[in-house]
């Protein structure tokens, strides 16, 4: 498949989808979802945004979790991460603590490609969480 990246616009509106529940099935549910998303961390701990993150291994070890339990909860698993309305919202909410531009964004992205191109799913559903990945990282980009 293809992974496509388009640009950040300021200002531009951004229509996403959540990832389908079928990719956290394909993944192997909770289990499989940790799996792909400590990979995923790992290799950002190798990328050159691996300053955004802390450098301690326990705070390291923390954000992966937290990670894996919202990927979870936006694949329409279990509320394991927040008990929130609207949990886009607060991941934007989030990351303004941040301060992200469209490299960040695309090394980010690129990462994310990489721990993606490892599992062995129906490619359709990579595709789903791509989109998704793809369009909402641009909703956390806040410096221009
Ligand atoms: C689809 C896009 C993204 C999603 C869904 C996402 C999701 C998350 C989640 C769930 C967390 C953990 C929140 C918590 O601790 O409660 C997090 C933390 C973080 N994300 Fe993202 N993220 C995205 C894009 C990005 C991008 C593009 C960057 C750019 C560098 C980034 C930088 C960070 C940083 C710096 C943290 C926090 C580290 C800390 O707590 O010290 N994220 N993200």
């Not at 394909?26 to 955004?52: L, P, W």
């Not at 993606?116 to 969480?129: R, S």
Request: a negative charge.
């Amino acid at each position: 498949m293809k992974y496509n990246i388009t640009d950040t616009i300021p200002g531009e509106e951004v229509k996403f989808r959540n990832p389908p529940k079928e990719f956290l099935e394909a993944v192997g549910g909770v289990e499989g979802m940790r799996k792909f998303m400590y990979d995923f961390y790992d290799r950002i701990y190798e990328s050159n945004i691996a300053h955004f993150f802390p450098q301690d291994e326990e705070e390291f070890a923390k954000i992966k979790e937290k990670n894996t339990q919202f990927f979870i909860q936006i694949c329409g698993g279990p509320a394991v991460y927040e008990d929130v309305e609207n949990l886009n919202e607060y991941m934007i909410e989030f990351h303004k603590d941040f301060t992200i531009d469209e490299r960040a964004r695309i090394e980010w992205l690129g990462t994310m490609q990489e721990a993606l191109e490892d599992l062995n799913i129906d490619p359709k559903l990579k595709e789903a969480f791509w989109e998704y990945v793809e369009k909402f990282s641009k909703l956390t980009v806040n410096r221009f």
